[in-house]
């Protein structure tokens, strides 16, 4: 896609876009919803959180070039909209595209249960749904290359015969593959991917019924649930009677898991069963009989699947006593469901032909449907499926629609008695898909924007609901405004999708779902929480840097966090107004005095019978305002990542742009913070140094289980007040005394600044990779061992000495260390002078740094002895103590590292260093056999260019001058970083020619995945960086070519509202593929496009301090000319709730201009404030949200 100046607002897709994002249509039940919708908002509201559906993704396997394109489709209706007035995106012929993977956002809202459900382009679309993780499929979970294969055949099928008024027979089966050689008798077929539903048109010119089939999970019920609405119209000009069997080709039974199936399916469907189908087939449940385990303990099934149908009538719906507008006293009449697949297809296992119901050679007119429903079922020892049978009569142009429901039932008779009658009510359906819709939409709210380029609004929609889904959702939750918040990060899980299937995706089957997530991608994901909920204050700083260990490395999992009501009298209260004396108040108090988690909590009461007399919401917050609320982590790894820590000083920076006037409070003042203890430590360069034969060392094993640790942590499991379970919990370190030990954040940051400044490079470049693992990039897992080590963590580095010994100058004030961190801070500055000194080598300075802190690693190994050490700021500090010799030390490795690279690729910083043993000594014996040694000499080898190493090198140039920033920008965008084909930057340019030792990249073609790709991650945080550095025209230009949301659909094969992990590069061989996206949306680069969001609105530091210290609004929004209304204003939301409006008449760039005045609305009145700044106390309100609108001027 070529880099032009859009002439108009349509070059953005603004013709696409109605005036209001208006998704529902305005029916009586819409309009019910809508009210029912509002008045749970404002209790939601003023609980602290809205009930959230997410979003939809899609991913794309690695297909052959020689498919169909948006464009070259021979039957391509002549509706060319890219949107529809619903604002889902159209994919035309969609199964005859190259194959793409996506997702609903699995989502049940707070008070609802997830289902998970995948989808594809090929087929019906639905190709795995089920229940919390991928071994619990109610729809075998498939990985992409096997469901692009496979879904049409046993995902959902239409199986229809038609007799038509004027006598003529068809037989059809919608969505299922068929040739295209006849354009006038091929089947149009559309797909329509909205924010939290899917749907798909077929219409057919041979049997004149056109087929729409929308999914959506039904939100909000205490069971999981996938809704399917499949309507038939007819097109032809007579009536038509048509038999429909519609619904699952298989249905895996609860009790069955994805490795069973795929190793032993045929034995395991011996305990398949159908149960509840005596009377009639219209209530099925599905499970095995038994846990089909060879064991003397014989374990019954209870829970289920369940799959009901009927046709919608919603016109009669009546009101009932307890208010809801959904009518349980009459329900639809249940269509009948076909379990046995054979009775369908006969013999034909590949279920392509359903030779029973089908025309075939012993029957010319098939089996009738009434034949059919008499025939005897077969319901056990085979796999079943779940078809729905009906019979309808359509005029011309009439339609009808039958509903299709599959979900999960703990029991048949929870089933039957609670679930069965809220699923038949009228309105339902309607219901539930109108309220899907208003809660996906109205979460996005908190980044909602009105520009001139729609397509830039709706993306950064979508790019928070996928932040959502891989960070969380933050919600207060149990707090007081005049204490610290406790927050909950709703929806969160490890991202795992078709194409991700290496990753054991979980989805909490409670309400207030939460799953676990890996350290780096919630830490990154949470980065602009508080820019969104300044409620968040120092949430996410406080809980990250407590996972920061001694050692200044972190555990790999992060868990849902736990509460704990530690005073008894408490206990007794919440108990007492939940539940009368009795057994049920006693079973409240035991729940009530263990850790719990919200979610967990409310199952526990569903378990044991109770049901409290007060209202969810009352009871959450009941038990949580008196609990500590304490995160959680588990160690869950084999190695440490060199780049973990990297992340948290975004957190620092994005907490001082909202309140800049804590930062002494919040550093220094706050409650101190403890240490995780993981149960491993990295090992000593003795221990992990091995001759692997003649010359030749690596560094393996460099993380070793601790016996000390691990004998301490059980001490820790066994305290009465640790909080936690046996897989996660607040393992935090202690003193020898037994006392958890706690430092201030700013004592954290010295102590995380000192650890990694101890493995820097034997170079003084970068940080090393000495504990087993690299940095984001997990494709190069074998540098470690190629003793590697990576400049942007190093970058990384140079910041947070720099922040922390700029504040320690700023405060003047001590800080408290650990002695044994003020030991290795000593030691570290004993070698540091000698080194600048001259009176020691850069290898003998290296050797006894590492000394040091292998010292300090034995030192706190299991323990602190809890003395702690005062160091005076002058010692400390940048001016005159050690950290401004630190900093000094970093710059001399940059300037060493930059000397690597020559031209033509002067100024561009490298990424990597392997590092080469010159020299040598044996010690001992390693755990494997291998002897050990220590290493006597280095020589440093760069890897090629990698885009990483430039973007983050931008931020150590923050002071320096706009042509040092241009000259990194310029060379990098002559550089074989960037695709001058695609006008993109890719994640390295050729690794030709490197080992196959450095990592898996290595076996990846060029241009695929790791190798050589444009990753959006990287080169989204490359656009941010150049965004920060000032360089607005730059930035601009490069988003032109580089987002997701300006890329043409065609190429990229997917939403342009969605983006995906990699984009092909053009040093793939395969040239069809170039520019196409792959890999589901969860990645980094939606936390890079959000601060980039911000960034554009507000600027870097929305708010500031005066002279005085004294809060102030300090809005710098960087808008480009381009990006203005055509009435030259711009909308968003500022804080995540107030609606800003930016006006500039002559609608040139924001950078250019100058804030005139602001216009402040809300409840202490209208005020007006003439200047660049709104001045304290008015600031102080606009962050406490008493505002509810500002107009910012501009000239």
Known sequence: MQATEPQSQSEFGYHDFTESYELLDNNDSTRRVRKLFNIASVITISFGALALVGVVSHVAWAPSSDMMSFANIADAPSDTRTFDESGRFIMRSFDRLKPMASFLPGVGGLWGVPMWTFYVNRGQGLATFGVENKEKGILLFQTADKAYQITPYVGFRTLLKGKRASGSHFESQPFFPESDADASQTARR????????????????????????????????????????VTYTNEGKDAVDLEVLDGLAKLEPAGTSTIMLNTMGRTLEGWMHVYNIEKDYTTPFFHLVSAPADTADVTLIEDGFFAIAFIEDDTDTADVEDGTDIAVDTGHALLPIICDQQLLFGTDTTLTVPRRFFSNSKNPQGSSLDELLQAQQSTTSRTPSAFAAASLKLQPSESKTIAIVYGHAPTLDNFVSDILPKLRAQGYISSKRSESQMLGNTLTERVSMSSGVPLMDGYAKQNYLDNVLRGGMPIPIGGAPDVRPKIFHAFSRIHGDLERDYNNFQLEQSYWSQGPGNFRDVNQNRRCDVLQLPSMYDFNVRQFLSYVQADGYNQLTVATSFFKIHDAWRIHDVAAQLAPPGPHQAKIRELLSAPFRPGQLFQDLKKNGIKPRIKPEQLLTLATQSAEQVPAGSYAQNGFWTDHFTYHLDLVYNFLSVFPDDKASMLYDSDPIPFFMSPSRAANRTEKNMLVQENTVR????????????????????????????????MWQRTRKGETMKVSIIAKLVILAATKFSIMDPGGMGIEMEAGKPGWNDAMNGLPALFGSEMPSAYELHEIVDFVGCTVDEFGREVNVPEEVSALLDAIDTQLQQQQAGTISDFVYWDKVHDAIEGY???TDATFTGVMKSW????????????????ARMDQGIKRALSYVSAPNNGISPTYFRFKVTGFELVGISGRGLPTVKVTGFEAEPLPLFLEGPTRHLKTLKNAENKAKLAVYSAVAASNLRDAKLKMYKISESLHGQPTEIGRMMAFNAGWLENESIWLHMSYKWYLELLRAGLYA???AEIKNGVVCFMDPEV????????????????????????????????????EFLSMWNHMMVGAKPFTVDSSGRLQVSLAPVISSWMWRKDGTLTFKFLGSIEVTYIMAAKKNSWEASIMSYDLEGVPGKVHVDGPVVPSPMAVDVRNMQYSKMTVTLV
Do not use: W
């Open 190 to 229: 559309d797909m329509f991917i909205g924010t939290n539903e899917m749907e798909i048109e077929e219409s057919d010119p041979k049997s004149g019924i056109r087929t729409n089939v929308v999914y959506f999970n039904s939100p909000n019920e205490v069971f999981p649930a996938l809704i399917r609405r």
């Open 699 to 730: 560094q393996y094993d460099a993380v070793l289980s601790s016996p000390s640790k691990n004998k301490e942590l059980q001490m820790i499991y066994g305290d009465p007040g640790y909080v936690g379970d046996p897989l996660a919990g607040g």
């Open 857 to 859: 690693r034995t030192a």
């Open 872 to 887: 005076p700021h002058d010692k400390l500090g940048k001016a005159s103590g050690i950290f401004g010799r630190m900093l």
């Open 1034 to 1036: 730059e930035f601009f």
């Open 1052 to 1087: 990229f094969g997917r939403s342009p509202l969605e983006a995906a992990s990699f984009i092909v590069s053009s040093a793939f061989p395969d040239k069809g593929l170039h520019g196409s996206g792959f890999l589901a949306r969860l990645s980094g680069s939606t936390a």
